[in-house]
């Protein structure tokens, strides 16, 4: 309490994202833990900004890191490129491989840092701690798809650019809105699958790393990652009923590469479509899986199904 004659000091401003979670005097408990829409919304966007915190930061941390990331899969990248020349392949093909290329980097992160990190988080005795916070568990999906977005991005734009220059591969688009479309399309699907994979995962237990081996080499071959996926026949066109990489890529590669012709596959339009479908289904059936691991743990004590 202030002196007599002593004026108190103004109290210093807050932010005004901050002032939701000021500390208010309320009549009861229950009344302190009734939060208003707008309290909600910023709590979650705290969770989002901070579970995607330690991804885009990762990528200062440790500069080496960049080099790696980007040579390696250029390297990869190029091998592909080296055989469609010596086949003569059509000047495409190349551009087939470059795409190919830089969406990889994306996969990976929606396989490795998105459908086993709860999974991992579970093992080291953060799930818990996700799960007991005031917060939507969705929101450490988005925020964990939002840093994977920025880091996989880093490692596209370098292998695109750098393959682009060096093998000289020249793009022919005339739908340029509808290429960025597909793109963003292809992103929101990939990570929705992300999302819906990291809540089976937990509840599948340690079939989660096979199950990400699996959906590595294998994946990369039915999505036709360095070739047309029409070429496949009826695996190729399950691969783009099913894997939005595969639906994503033959989209952007017809948008980008206009002159080859039919390849056996829908049109983009129509892709993108299935793109959108897949967005809304993968969120929406991550968004209750989550919720059936909460019911579960509130009522059987575990967040996994038996005998894992």
Request: glycine share 8%.
């Amino acid at each position: 309490m202030a002196a007599p004659g002593i004026a108190r000091p103004d109290p210093a401003p807050v932010a005004p994202l901050r002032l939701a979670f000021v500390g208010r005097p309320t009549a009861s408990p229950q009344e302190a833990a009734n939060w208003t829409p707008r309290q909600v919304m910023a709590n979650n966007l705290r969770s989002v900004v901070g579970r995607a915190y330690p991804r885009v930061r990762g990528l200062t941390r440790e500069p080496s890191w960049l080099l790696f990331q980007m040579l390696l899969p250029f390297l990869t990248t190029s091998s592909f490129v080296f055989v469609y020349r010596a086949l003569d392949a059509p000047a495409a093909y190349i551009g087939f491989v470059v795409i190919g290329g830089a969406m990889t980097a994306f996969w990976l992160n929606v396989v490795w840092m998105m459908a086993a990190q709860l999974y991992w988080e579970k093992d080291q005795g953060n799930l818990e701690l996700y799960f007991a916070a005031p917060m939507n568990v969705m929101s450490v999906l988005f925020g964990m798809a939002v840093g994977g977005l920025v880091m996989s991005s880093t490692r596209a734009v370098a292998i695109l650019f750098i393959a682009t220059v060096v093998y000289g591969v020249s793009f022919s688009i005339s739908q340029w809105a509808l290429l960025i479309a597909v793109f963003i399309l292809t992103l929101a699907a990939l990570y929705g699958f992300g999302m819906m994979l990291a809540s089976l995962f937990v509840m599948w237990g340690r079939e989660a790393f096979h199950l990400t081996q699996l959906m590595t080499e294998p994946v990369y071959f039915v999505s036709g990652l360095n070739f047309p996926v029409g070429r496949l026949g009826f695996i190729g066109a399950l691969a783009i009923a099913l894997i939005p990489l595969a639906v994503g890529l033959d989209a952007m590669r017809q948008l980008a590469f206009v002159s080859t012709g039919p390849t056996g596959t829908p049109a983009p339009w129509i892709e993108s479509l299935i793109l959108v479908v897949m967005t809304v289904f993968f969120i929406g059936l991550a968004r209750w899986l989550l919720h059936s691991m909460e019911e579960r743990a509130r009522r059987e004590g575990r967040l996994t199904v038996r005998w894992r």
